[in-house]
């Protein structure tokens, strides 16, 4: 793990994921630093992320670092970066957001312009070091600039490369958002499995580890879905019972009306940023 100097911008739960994963990856402490305004979050990082520099203002951060990580509510980023723009222009770290829904060249016009700015989408398993990444880089960031990028973000999971920020939508729609399809599902079969007289405990419990055994198999069996769900439903069984009934009910595309509408907000929201 190298050890240039990164700098977060807001101290909130993906900051607070992401220094703990670079901590966790050999990172040294003294080489992170957080801006955080609040003086009872900044109590509550300097506790919980020892030797990181916990510092109120967001541009003594900005004047310190290689890398800048904004890490700030998508309501707050144009105000943020106007008012970092001096700084930034001076001392021209790499820029990472992770904020949901802003472009990079909006980003890059608030701050000043001419900067290598890569928009990342990660989603909430990141928080456990279990995530999934997608990552854009604009066209002036180098190859070193996307590695170090890479490796930040990689503290907490898995990444991505995509070749054009329109793609970063449906990233947004399917991993990033894809975290509360699968909650959607883990709590009906949870529901379903108490409605057939199972206690609690037991259908959490049930339901949980069939989810973790299924995606690890799926991540790798190599086959298709497809095939792994021919795997499970036998010819007249109670998977093809069950099937008969999403079949029937048109599943499929009612999931892929959401999905799709998930990347139009997406889109919207991106746009409405500016």
Known sequence: M????????????????????LLSSGYRPENLLIAEPDARRRSVLATELPGVQIIARNNDVAAAVECLVLAVKPQL???VCVDLAGTVQTNRPLIISVAAGTHSRDI????????????VMPNQPALLLAGASGLFANALTSTEHRDRATEIMSAVGSVVHVPDEDSIDAV?????????YFYLLIDML????EDFGLDNQAAHKLVMDTAKGSAALAAVSGETMEAMIAHVRSPGGTTAAAFEVFDQEQVRDIFTRAFTAARDRAIELAESSN
């Open 108 to 119: 890059d016009a608030w701050l000043g312009g001419n900067l290598a700015v890569v928009r």
């Open 190 to 193: 949870i529901q379903s499995a």
């Open 172 to 180: 947004t729609a399917i991993s990033g958002t894809g975290p509360a």
């Open 2 to 21: 190298s050890n240039y100097k990164v700098g977060f911008i807001g101290g909130g739960n993906m900051a607070r994921a992401l220094v703990g994963g």
């Open 77 to 79: 980023m144009r105000d």
